[in-house]
């Protein structure tokens, strides 16, 4: 073999490892790859159940219920409605008529089965995706702030 054909040898070898690793890797990020989805997209999209996601809205007023550490409430939109199980503590902040993002799996009778509940941060913040989705169904408040902006009195000193 001459020495061209070793290099090329060596570099086709190379390439082939990077490319499976590459493969790898992309296959590992596949199963943690989350979307962000409002209810009137789960209602349209028809979301195939256990699909992992990220629902988002505001808590429904009067949709709460506690038995235990079991809470059931509803995310809607303004268009559509999800119910929400959840198994465990909620935030402090979490209550109705407040933006929420909840993430985990949507069940085959409709409902969805939340593993971790977010809620807003204050009055000034909400999540980007919720208040993009909102702003799309007109209900963001005018004169509200950029999603995601920190208000002033949140902001640590020296920034």
Same mark, same amino acid.
């Given at each position: 073999?001459? $020495?061209?054909?070793?290099?090329?040898? #060596?570099? !086709?070898?190379? @390439?082939? %490892?990077?490319? @499976?690793?590459?493969?790898?890797?992309?296959?590992?990020?596949? /199963? &943690?790859?989350?979307? *962000?989805?409002?209810? &009137?997209?789960?209602?349209?999209?028809?979301?195939?159940?256990?699909?992992?996601? $990220?629902?988002?809205? @505001? %808590?429904?007023?009067?949709? %709460?219920?506690?038995?235990?550490? @079991?809470? &059931? *409430?509803?995310?809607?939109?303004?268009?559509? &409605? %999800?119910?929400?199980?959840? +198994?465990?503590?909620?935030?402090?902040? *979490?209550?109705?008529?407040? !933006?929420?993002?909840?993430?985990?799996? #949507?069940?085959?009778? !409709? +409902? *969805?089965?939340?593993?971790?509940?977010?809620?807003?941060? /204050?009055?000034?913040?909400?999540? $980007?995706?919720?208040? /993009?989705?909102?702003?799309?169904? !007109? #209900?963001?408040?005018?004169?509200?702030?950029?999603?995601?902006?920190?208000?002033?009195?949140? $902001?640590?000193?020296?920034?």
């Amino acid at each position: 073999m001459t $020495r061209k054909q070793r290099r090329l040898t #060596l570099i !086709g070898a190379g @390439l082939g %490892v990077l490319a @499976l690793a590459a493969g790898l890797i992309l296959s590992a990020l596949n /199963d &943690t790859i989350v979307f *962000f989805r409002t209810p &009137t997209e789960v209602a349209q999209k028809q979301v195939t159940p256990g699909a992992r996601l $990220r629902l988002g809205g @505001l %808590v429904e007023t009067g949709s %709460v219920t506690k038995a235990g550490t @079991l809470t &059931t *409430f509803s995310i809607t939109d303004g268009n559509a &409605t %999800v119910k929400v199980a959840y +198994q465990g503590i909620l935030p402090d902040l *979490f209550r109705e008529g407040q !933006g929420v993002v909840a993430e985990g799996a #949507l069940q085959p009778d !409709g +409902q *969805f089965k939340a593993d971790s509940v977010l809620a807003k941060h /204050d009055e000034k913040y909400m999540p $980007r995706e919720v208040a /993009d989705a909102l702003k799309q169904q !007109g #209900l963001w408040k005018d004169g509200a702030p950029a999603p995601g902006a920190a208000s002033p009195s949140t $902001r640590q000193p020296g920034s």
